[in-house]
């Protein structure tokens, strides 16, 4: 069994889990981490009992994540967004249409190469 930390504010589904086991080779075990982060030390601890790391997380974190996983492999779910036939209506009365998230697949970061600056 594989374990992977999964660092995202919302629970993974049952076909992210599904295809997560598939990518791995093996069923995975969740290490959860549903709590907002604001710096990636946060999760240094939970990095050497872990085989892979799936996020959801902005890209400058992103890139910090990446200089401190080592060998582990960095992944992301793809979704699609599905119309559900259903409108929303927001606080102000306007209406707009209801999507679903469908996973699709899962890819592996390799880098990322953010610079900014503060205006």
């Given at each position: ?9 919302h629970e ?102 953010i610079r900014?600056?503060?205006?």
């Amino acid at each position: 069994m594989k374990k992977v930390l999964w660092i995202s504010r919302h629970e993974m589904t049952p076909l992210q889990k599904s295809d997560l086991d598939r990518v791995m080779g093996d069923r995975v075990e969740l290490i959860s981490l549903q709590n907002t982060i604001h710096n990636v030390d946060e999760v240094r601890s939970s990095l050497p009992i872990v085989d892979a790391v799936a996020v959801v997380l902005p890209p400058d974190m992103l890139q910090q994540l990446l200089a401190i996983v080592g060998d582990k492999p960095v992944l992301r779910a793809v979704s699609n967004r599905k119309p559900t036939g259903r409108m929303l209506t927001l606080q102000d009365g306007r209406q707009e249409p209801e999507f679903a998230f469908v996973h699709v697949y899962w890819e592996q970061v390799l880098s990322v190469d953010i610079r900014t600056r503060r205006l």
